[in-house]
């Protein structure tokens, strides 16, 4: 029997990336041998500190609910932490801990908009920002970023974006999928507008060539920062993220956070603590391995036929034009399906990112050199075949 669906369900797309990722599961249970980059998890193991002080929780019995916005002692680890980051004041009272970044960003999306507010996003844009800020009542004004310009979000044209119904700006630095960091200048730019800014700085410290990145905290008070543990400490299962939002916020996030969530998981935040206290050296020990990954599948992408206009400068993804490969790879979804079925190795559809993002590809390159080359080397032999042309 069917029974009715909510509006704000129905509003949802399906995320790309873990559509093609379960396709593949599918098939690896059938025997299949699929290499993964569409997913972006690094292939590193968490800190010791980190799975030694989540044990230790466990074992002492720290398996209870905790404050609705974390341990004191994780808060002011995050806040001391993010000083050294930034050079930005921040107080452990401006600090909300949650089970992942997706959900603080859930929070501050439900905070800030009624039906029919709106936000401005650039594109291509991380799928799951539309689909939160849809969930939540409120409209998409897309910006198209601008691959020559190092995708840069123009903040003239932000302006010209706006109306009085704008609520938010959405910024992502290190950005998922095309790793752009967005300049100093660039940040004050779009802070000078008065509009709260929604910056997501989960990849903060994965950079190259020397690059830096401009926290929103240090150009806006009225910013909401989301970050966490997953990507920098490679501790995507552990389900451990913030939101350092401005003081007037954190008791309306607090209360959602009560009533929908309760708290964080105790032992997990113990592990957070300890990520933040030893896990530079992880960190550390990682960055130049990317960096070799980044220029191994960049090189491979592009002796391929692929388009890729520059470097990433942080993240560990690559966005590569496949439009060069033939009129039917315009159509992402189609071919990201054809090269998972027939290559069997998994990229993400670039119409994942929205439509700026259609008729290319994004690689992952949180995986090993011989998974790299692997996948390389299977895209070589299945790729004349998928697009029509002689091998």
Known sequence: MSRPISSRVKSLEPFLAMEVMERAFEMEREGEHVLHLEIGEPDFDPPRAAVAACVRAL??????????????ELREAIASDTRRRFGAEVSADRVLVANGTSTAMLLVFSLLLEPGDEVVLGTPWYPCYPNFIRYCGGRIVPVPLDPTGGYQLDPDAVRRALTPRTRAIVVNSPANPTGAIQSRETMAGLAELG?????????????????????????????????????????????LGYV?????????????????????????????????EHGAESLSRALPVYARRRQLLVDGLRALGLRIPELPRGAFYVLADASPLGARCTDSRWLAFEILER????????????????????????????????????????LPAIVGRPS
């Open 244 to 276: 350092i939002a401005p003081a007037w916020a954190l008791r309306p996030l607090q209360i959602m956070h009560q009533n929908l969530f309760l708290s964080a998981n105790r032992f997990v935040q113990h592990a957070g603590v300890a990520a933040l």
């Open 195 to 239: 509009i709260p800014l929604v910056s997501d700085e989960i990849y903060d410290g994965i950079v190259y060539d020397g690059a830096r990145v401009t926290s929103a905290l240090e150009v806006s008070e009225d910013a909401f920062v989301l970050d966490g543990f997953s990507k920098r400490y490679a501790m995507t299962g552990f389900r």
């Open 343 to 382: 290559a069997r190795v998994g990229v993400t559809p670039g119409v994942d990112f929205g439509a700026a993002g259609e008729g290319k590809l994004r690689f992952c390159y949180a995986v090993s050199e011989e998974t790299i080359a692997q996948a390389l080397d299977r895209l070589r032999d299945a």
């Open 59 to 72: 074992e002492q019995g720290e398996t209870h609910y905790t404050d609705s916005r974390g341990l004191a």
